[in-house]
């Protein structure tokens, strides 16, 4: 091997008599630069303050061992004493560890942290005054780099929503910075007859948006994480930190509207609107009930319903025809079940009906709790026929975990539909022990006697649907009560927020017959006019309505509970997808990647422990969910905390526990939003617990 020879024969004194001979110091020729020297060498000289062994970043207290392994702390470098820092005394560094904590919730990364550290330190630790000034500073650099550029400066007040801190995105390059400007257009002439430039105006506009950050930058809710992905975007986009999140270019948007008045105007004398969802075991015979009842009040032409009949004649499933009604794929009509959630309109003599269809199976569950998120009421069916009826109650039936999922999304009142009756030659023995079973399992799962009522039907012949069954049928002669419609027309309309701001959880999106797309949804909260400008989140992207439809037909306006079609125009398609939320833009929706909320859990067999894996379902959002924490055991009747931080929470318990996503997800806290503060967790296949949601962070 001649190189290595070569190697160990080599002559280490030639290259220095080559620099002793040419004249030149060996120091000047591996000179070491400065900052390598200062970085790697040591120096005593910086070490005289022993509190700086005693950094804030890198103490651990006792409980933190629960805590997940996420990266350094915020404050990890504030304790290296380079620079005017060096001689801060222990509470001084104290102090400078607060002020530049309450400095990064707001502004996150955005602006360095030698930059808030001199802020800092020049302004005595007061972080509000700190950060008016790098933000009037900021502003007026932006101010005077776009007059020489030559193009008249933006200028819109800064909006209390942009509470995400990011001034500088970054990743998409095409954004460099945001101008944190205040109006001057309105701006008159001061006092002493000149006019102030938008330099003089900036600090004003600054204190406001300061002032706003700082009352959302608290210690129970911050903003989220500034790296964290977004639906449906570029990775390294965050939507959630856009500056485009400004204010509505118009005054009247339904935010500001008295919406309650215009709600009661227009709506005060039509019948009342509920939401209703069918629900049960697989094969049960929801579609064929619920068909059968369109028919019988006109909703289904004869002539449709005729060729329904023929053609499941021909596929040899003639007691399909009425499930055909609201089963329109081929996939669908093909298996026999309901695979989506169908939707129809129907009218009682009391109440305008929006029917949800929802899917039985056990792997159309997700479908289910998307339908159950948008209903008011329910009807739960249950087949009659013996042995069905223990198959769908029993455990591994869907009658238990439907009762239990509609309960837990808010569903309050429901209709028990005791179907297939004439499979039994409607025998009433059978009718009383069915009512009994489910009576007692009503009550355990928080239902009164007054919130639910038993009617027995059959949805193939179509008795006790829409009148009471005829003399000579055997259902009347041992029952008089109401028949299905009577039993719907007397449901109780819930109360409609529609004074709180705009909420619509997108469903659906699809392109429409003119420019820009169309998306569907449940109006949660609030109301939309056309014209209005709306927020699409978690993106952070505004866009305006251009068309509203209800059932079809074009509507100026709609509100809370309505179901509806939105046209919208200045929005990327590709930015929204199912589980998306549009909100008002003066009060969007909460964004967050852990979610602390209180559950109760299932009969399950396996206990919820830390890193539990989940999938939350949220509206029609579900996401991969993990359990990062569990704080507390409460006890189920009183509400008491039994234990904190139990190592697990076993089958029919309940506590409080923090969740963790994958991606930002929308949510909102149930004390705000109760139509939009439940969620529901599953796990392989099976559904493990319900909640409420009480912090988002």
């Known amino acids: 091997m001649s190189r290595h020879r070569n190697v160990r024969t080599m002559n280490y004194d030639d290259g220095k008599i080559f620099c002793i001979s040419s004249g030149v110091?060996?120091?000047?020729?591996?000179?070491?630069?400065?900052?390598?020297?200062?970085?790697?060498?040591?120096?005593?000289?910086?070490?005289?303050s022993m509190s700086s062994f005693l950094s804030p970043g890198v103490l651990k207290e006792e409980n933190e061992d629960e805590e997940e392994a996420e990266g350094p702390p915020k404050g990890e470098e504030v304790g290296g004493l380079l620079g005017p820092e060096s001689a801060l005394s222990p509470v001084d560094e104290v102090r400078l560890y607060e002020c530049l904590e309450k400095m990064q919730n707001v502004v996150g990364d955005s602006i360095p942290e030698a930059t808030l550290r001199r802020a800092a330190l020049e302004w005595d630790f007061n972080a509000e005054t700190a950060l008016d000034k790098l933000l009037s500073g900021a502003a007026i650099d932006c101010t005077v780099r776009g007059s020489e550029r030559g193009t008249l400066a933006s200028v819109e007040e800064p909006h209390p929503v942009a509470t995400c801190g990011r001034f500088e995105t970054g990743a998409m390059g095409k954004r460099s910075r945001i101008e944190v400007v205040s109006k001057t257009a309105n701006v008159g002439p001061g006092a002493d007859g000149s006019t102030p430039t938008s330099a003089d105006v900036a600090p004003t506009s600054t204190d406001d948006f300061l002032e706003s950050l700082l009352r959302g930058a608290g210690n129970v809710t911050k903003t989220p994480e500034a790296g964290s992905p977004a639906v449906g975007l570029p990775v390294g986009f965050d939507g959630l930190m856009s500056a485009d999140i400004g204010p509505t270019s118009r005054s009247c948007n339904a935010s500001s509207k008295d919406v309650l008045a215009e709600y009661t105007k227009e709506r005060g004398g039509v019948k009342p609107l509920l939401n209703l969802v069918v629900i049960g075991h697989?094969?049960?015979?929801?579609?064929?009930?619920?068909?059968?009842?369109?028919?019988?009040?006109?909703?289904?032409?004869?002539k449709q319903m005729h060729k329904y009949e023929q053609d499941s004649k021909k596929l040899g499933k003639a007691s399909f025809m009425y499930a055909w009604v609201l089963d329109e794929t081929m996939e669908e009509r093909n298996r026999g079940i309901t695979m989506d959630v169908a939707q129809a309109k129907f009218e009682t003599p009391a109440r305008s009906?929006?029917?949800?269809?929802?899917?039985?199976?056990?792997?159309?569950?997700?479908?289910m709790i998307t339908g159950a998120a948008q209903a008011d009421v329910a009807i739960l069916v249950v087949d009659a026929t013996r042995g069905e009826f223990e198959t769908g109650f029993e455990a591994g039936g869907q009658t238990r975990e439907h009762t239990l999922l509609v309960r837990s999304l808010g569903v309050s009142q429901l209709a028990v539909a005791i179907n297939k009756l004439d499979n039994v030659s409607w025998d009433e023995g059978r009718y009383r022990d069915i009512t009994a079973k489910l009576q007692s399992f009503l009550r355990q799962a928080g239902y009164r006697e007054a919130d639910f009522t038993f009617v027995p039907c059959s949805g193939l012949t179509g008795v006790n649907l829409t009148e009471p069954p005829p003399k000579d049928e055997g259902l009347a002669k041992w029952y008089s009560g109401p028949c299905l419609v009577d039993v719907i027309d007397g449901f109780k309309p819930p109360e409609r927020p529609v004074s709180k701001p705009f909420r619509l959880c997108v469903s659906d999106v699809f392109k429409g017959m003119g420019s820009g797309f169309c998306v569907s949804g449940r109006i949660d909260a609030g109301g939309i006019s056309n014209g209005d400008r709306v927020l699409v989140m978690p993106v952070g992207e505004q866009g305006s309505v251009k068309g509203i439809t209800i059932d079809d037909m074009p509507t100026p306006r709609a509100f809370a509970g309505d179901q509806v079609a939105l046209t919208l125009s200045g929005v990327?398609?590709?930015?929204?997808?199912?589980?998306?939320?549009?909100?008002?833009?003066?009060?969007?929706?909460?964004?967050?990647?852990?979610?602390?909320?209180?559950?109760?859990?299932?009969?399950?067999?396996?206990?919820?422990?830390?890193?539990?894996?989940?999938?939350?379902?949220?509206?029609?959002?579900?996401?991969?969910?993990?359990?990062?924490?569990?704080?507390?055991?409460?006890?189920k009747g009183t509400g008491e905390v039994v234990r904190h931080k139990p190592r697990c929470l076993t089958k029919n318990t309940s506590g409080i526990i923090e969740l963790k996503v994958s991606r930002p997800v929308c949510v909102e806290l149930y004390k705000e939003f109760k139509e939009l503060g439940r969620i529901t967790l599953r796990s392989g296949g099976c559904t493990v617990a319900a909640g409420v949601i009480t912090e988002v962070t």
């Not at 909100?583 to 852990?594: E, K, L, W």
Request: aromatic content about 8%.
């Open 572 to 635: 990327d398609i590709t930015n929204v997808a199912v589980g998306s939320f549009l909100c008002d833009p003066s009060a969007p929706i909460r964004v967050g990647t852990r979610i602390q909320c209180r559950v109760v859990v299932f009969n399950v067999e396996m206990p919820l422990t830390r890193g539990f894996p989940l999938v939350l379902h949220y509206q029609s959002t579900s996401e991969q969910a993990s359990v990062r924490r569990i704080l507390s055991q409460l006890h």
């Open 353 to 367: 009906i929006v029917l949800l269809d929802a899917p039985g199976h056990k792997d159309f569950i997700p479908n």
């Open 282 to 302: 697989v094969d049960a015979g929801k579609s064929t009930l619920m068909g059968h009842l369109l028919y019988r009040l006109g909703c289904v032409q004869k």
């Open 25 to 48: 110091r060996a120091e000047l020729i591996f000179r070491r630069s400065t900052s390598a020297e200062e970085e790697f060498l040591y120096n005593r000289e910086k070490l005289h």
